[in-house]
């Protein structure tokens, strides 16, 4: 591509360095720093394949797929995806034959975490790389044997969390998941939580180990709630309001080193736990949507908070995120909500916006995509990468 006025210069010719400087001021988005590389080999050479200098992009809604049996029956493929772009208010719609017949565990940067029992994987939906994982069954396994799980009603652990879904069409054993890191990067930790079909209830493993760890035994009582990274280290939610942290820095094996407590009562509300930005000391408790704590360490308390700074929430049982949006937004919530159609078993997939400091809720979009039918697994948010 030539240079306007003058024939004899190209496009292609710029010097890196002012390919760099053109990388860091004109694009403000992934995908126009997409366009900018893809303008000719010469810049693609130059330029990074991913932007460091870019805040993160804003999250996408992965909606509901159509159920298991209802593709096989009607030989609809299950490899088709949609999402809801919220920057835009558009769906994209992206085939994965991939994630074909594979249970969707969670999102961590931009990754799904899959699993075809007793396979476990990462895909990137963007770029469609994989990584394998150590499959639930390499020894020592952390899975129960049929003996073992004949249990599972008489110590009560057949309970599952409310977001759960249809285990019986995907077979899964691992409830929710999630990345320390962009699994990308050097020393990425993925930790799973486990149904009652093993003897762990949250385990890890690094990329390119050779099994499980477990992390956490199963245990009736307390009841786990939620779990998220924070600062290399794990945090868990449990029902009689504890807090506990385990350490990844020094494992193989996870220490729990402390507990805190946040003084709310916790029955019959939806509590979630998001990670913290680089500031806290800790995650986020989120009550219900709407009311949120922080951990004060002067305090040796969490305290609830109507101000969060430049940070947007994104709110699901499965999978939160806490981003910087680069668009004027601020100390707001988004959560994705589920209306009942009419009686019909269907039902409408929307999106609410919350802001913190008055506790005004504005609706986003209440019908992104209309009506579904059943719910084989809940929306899920996932941020695009290009790693």
Request: aromatic letters at 10%; charged letters at 20%.
């Amino acid at each position: 591509m030539r240079l306007r006025g003058d024939p004899d210069s190209y496009w292609g010719d710029l010097p890196d360095e002012l390919l760099v400087i053109i990388a860091q001021k004109a694009p403000r988005t992934n995908v126009q720093y997409v366009r900018l590389r893809s303008v000719c080999k010469a810049w693609r050479r130059a330029l990074p394949p991913r932007p460091r200098h870019l805040l993160p992009p804003v999250p996408w809604l992965l909606l509901p797929r159509l159920p298991l049996h209802t593709c096989r029956k009607f030989r609809i493929p299950d490899s088709l995806f949609t999402f809801f772009d919220l920057s835009r208010s558009k769906t994209i719609q992206i085939r994965l034959p991939y994630v074909s017949g594979k249970h969707i565990c969670g999102s961590s940067y931009g990754w799904l975490i899959l699993e075809q029992h007793p396979a476990v994987s990462l895909l990137n939906p963007i770029t469609q790389a994989t990584i394998l994982l150590p499959s639930l069954d390499a020894p020592p396994s952390i899975i129960l044997t049929p003996t073992t799980s004949q249990t599972e009603t008489e110590t009560g652990r057949g309970e599952r969390p409310e977001f759960s879904d249809q285990k019986s069409e995907y077979n899964n054993c691992i409830l929710k998941a999630s990345l320390s890191c962009n699994p990308t990067e050097p020393g990425c930790v993925v930790v799973a939580w486990f149904l009652s079909s093993s003897n762990w209830e949250l385990a890890f493993c690094r990329i390119g180990d050779a099994h499980w760890t477990g992390l956490k035994m199963w245990s009736a009582q307390p009841k786990l709630l939620d779990f998220t990274f924070h600062s290399n280290s794990v945090y868990t939610l449990n029902s009689v309001n504890e807090v506990c942290v385990y350490d990844l820095q020094n494992l193989p094996t996870g220490n729990l080193h402390s507990n805190f407590r946040y003084g709310i009562n916790i029955c019959n509300k939806q509590v979630i736990l998001v990670e913290g930005d680089a500031d806290s000391g800790g995650p986020l408790v989120v009550e219900n949507t709407n009311v949120v704590y922080k951990w004060f360490a002067n305090h040796r308390r969490w305290l609830p908070v109507h101000d969060i700074g430049s940070r947007v929430l994104f709110l699901n049982p499965r999978h939160s995120i806490n981003l910087q949006w680069d668009e004027g937004r601020e100390n707001e919530i988004y959560y994705d909500i589920m209306h009942s159609g009419n009686g019909d078993g269907r039902f409408h997939v929307g999106i609410n916006r919350l802001k913190l400091e008055t506790g005004m809720i504005l609706p986003r979009n209440p019908r992104p995509m209309g009506l579904f039918f059943t719910i084989p697994g809940l929306p899920l948010w996932i941020t695009p990468s290009l790693t």
